[in-house]
């Protein structure tokens, strides 16, 4: 019942603490938008990362969001959640390291951007140095294609 931190959780640990961020968005119409916010990201026990974001909108209303991230030692593969103040629907993540051991590839599954059934996406967890990190968001196009539509970067407070 009660796992032991595993070096996979180690990893996710690299985010623990204070950041701001500035998230460039390109959506599919062409639209375009920069948000600067915070997060701060704290340990549940060793197993689990919890980050906590929040800053205003490109049109001056405010958001905030929860993203968890654990590792699931039963079946070997990174796991977690979004959720924001924005969308009415959570984002479950399923995941894993990529061959250099520096990019947490997050995938999951919500609406489609044209409101027509469902999609797949992936966030990546870019790991720069112990003050910066990356976090991209991609959809995956009709021809199973991924097009990023989010850039973010986060710099330790």
């Given at each position: 019942m009660f796992a032991k931190p595993q070096s996979e959780h180690q990893w996710i640990e690299q985010i623990l603490g204070e950041w701001e961020f500035d998230h460039d968005c390109k959506m599919p119409d062409g639209s375009s938008t920069t948000t600067h916010g915070k997060m701060s990201c704290r340990s549940l026990g060793g197993m689990w990362v919890i980050c906590e974001s929040g800053g205003e909108s490109a049109e001056g209303e405010p958001w905030s969001s929860i993203m968890t991230l654990g590792f699931?030692?039963?079946d070997g593969h990174y796991v977690g959640a979004f959720v924001g103040s924005m969308m009415s629907n959570i984002w479950p993540y399923e995941g894993c390291l990529d061959e250099s051991g520096k990019k947490l590839l997050l995938?999951?599954?919500g609406p489609a951007f044209d409101g027509?059934?469902?999609?797949?996406?992936?966030?990546?967890?870019?790991?720069l140095d112990k003050d910066t990190w990356m976090?991209?968001?991609?959809?995956?196009d009709e021809n199973g294609q991924w097009v990023e539509f989010m850039s973010g970067k986060h710099t330790r407070c």
């Amino acid at each position: 019942m009660f796992a032991k931190p595993q070096s996979e959780h180690q990893w996710i640990e690299q985010i623990l603490g204070e950041w701001e961020f500035d998230h460039d968005c390109k959506m599919p119409d062409g639209s375009s938008t920069t948000t600067h916010g915070k997060m701060s990201c704290r340990s549940l026990g060793g197993m689990w990362v919890i980050c906590e974001s929040g800053g205003e909108s490109a049109e001056g209303e405010p958001w905030s969001s929860i993203m968890t991230l654990g590792f699931d030692t039963a079946d070997g593969h990174y796991v977690g959640a979004f959720v924001g103040s924005m969308m009415s629907n959570i984002w479950p993540y399923e995941g894993c390291l990529d061959e250099s051991g520096k990019k947490l590839l997050l995938s999951s599954r919500g609406p489609a951007f044209d409101g027509a059934g469902k999609a797949n996406y992936r966030d990546t967890i870019h790991i720069l140095d112990k003050d910066t990190w990356m976090m991209t968001s991609e959809l995956q196009d009709e021809n199973g294609q991924w097009v990023e539509f989010m850039s973010g970067k986060h710099t330790r407070c």
